[in-house]
């Protein structure tokens, strides 16, 4: 395959700094703390400020495939090789709740030995790569400023009635304007209604995964994305799910791999056009005809115990994801992913200090529980 002259290079000038970026990020932060530590006297445990709920903690392996081209073949997939991968499977939400309220839903991917030094000065020596993607191709507070006055009315609105409350939790991290009209208690529920359905409650195996925002993808700019390959899971991509008990999405994970296995294929869209495929602005869709998903391999997950309490306790308490745990050839990119490297760090040091266990990544597949 020749490598088309429209593939934009990663340089200089691929991002472009916003105003008062740094001040709208530590602000941003800042909000973010104060709702976790009501969050912490809340639960007396501390827990993720998004993606607190998990829902499924599987191993793998992400099999490369062979003779990648050189426009695919680049960072931790450079090489023809295959590699042991924890999953944690989330819904958004900085809280614990029932699962009937729709949610986007989350696919954490941490990829175990992966040489060279990581992007994170205090990581640097880690054999791990983490890539965190959701349901979803955009993020509607696509720049830091939109992501900071969401953050905003987020930590007004947790401080609202239980009515209100519920209506937030159902809203999860979706358009900054559904919190502007959940601002009146009474306001037009009509539309509240209609964000909510952007993601119903199909079943979440069967679902399509993608980064949050752009990455750095070696000498160029992409996303990457995980879809469903084997027959199980194309059969329930896009099937509405009852999920009237509270812990449904984890049930519907552990029937699944209780006796069988399943597999996703890793991709990558590579930026062709820095206006039609924005960096900035995380909430433009990229266009697939402009430049389809190109495959890079395939992750293989057996039959296992899907959410035994080891597991739950190890992936919930002992592991972090981030997205800048990631060798510089991988590090994400844009003002929306700029201000997450300071949340990611403060969050996960304060839930660590919290729950008095030490964050610790792991250098091979065995260290996690069966």
Not at 95 to 119: E, H, M, R, T
Not at 188 to 199: G, L, N, S
Not at 257 to 268: D, S
Request: net charge negative; aromatic share 6%.
């Amino acid at each position: 395959m020749s490598l088309p002259t429209s593939y934009v290079r990663f340089a200089d000038g691929v991002e472009e700094i916003q105003p008062n970026e740094d001040q709208l990020g530590d602000e941003t932060v800042a909000s973010m703390a104060r709702v976790a530590r009501m969050m912490f006297e809340k639960n007396r445990h501390a827990i993720r400020d998004a993606h607190a709920k998990s829902h499924g903690i599987l191993r793998g392996e992400l099999q490369l495939y062979p003779n990648l081209p050189e426009h695919l073949a680049q960072g931790a997939f450079k090489e023809t090789k295959t590699f042991p991968v924890i999953i944690r499977l989330s819904t958004s939400p900085g809280a614990i709740q029932p699962d009937s309220a729709p949610a986007v839903k989350g696919f954490a991917l941490k990829i175990i030995g992966v040489a060279g030094k990581k992007f994170l000065a205090e990581e640097a020596d880690a054999v791990t790569q983490d890539l965190l993607m959701v349901n979803d191709t955009i993020i509607p507070t696509g720049d830091v400023k939109s992501y900071h006055d969401m953050q905003l009315r987020i930590e007004k609105l947790t401080h609202s009635p239980e009515i209100l409350q519920t209506a937030i939790n159902k809203v999860g991290v979706l358009a900054d304007k559904a919190l502007e009209l959940l601002e009146d208690v009474g306001g037009p529920k009509k539309e509240v209604d209609m964000v909510v359905q952007a993601h119903p409650n199909h079943h979440m195996l069967g679902e399509t995964y993608t980064t949050l925002g752009a990455v750095r993808y070696g000498d160029y700019v992409a996303k990457i994305s995980v879809a469903p390959l084997s027959d199980n899971l194309k059969a329930i991509a896009g099937k509405e799910m009852d999920v009237s008990e509270p812990g449904a999405y984890r049930d519907m994970v552990v029937d699944l791999f209780k006796n069988q296995g399943a597999e996703y294929e890793l991709r990558v869209q590579l930026c062709t056009d820095l206006k039609t495929m924005p960096v900035e602005d995380a909430s433009v869709d990229w266009p697939q005809d402009q430049s389809p998903y190109q495959v890079l391999g395939k992750i293989v997950l057996p039959a296992q115990d899907a959410y035994s309490p080891a597991r739950r306790v190890y992936a919930d308490d002992v592991l972090s994801f981030n997205p800048f745990h990631c060798l510089p050839e991988h590090l994400p990119l844009g003002s929306i992913n700029r201000v997450r490297i300071k949340a990611y760090e403060s969050s996960a040091k304060y839930r660590h200090m919290m729950n008095a266990t030490p964050r610790v990544e792991p250098t091979d597949i065995n260290q996690m529980p069966d």
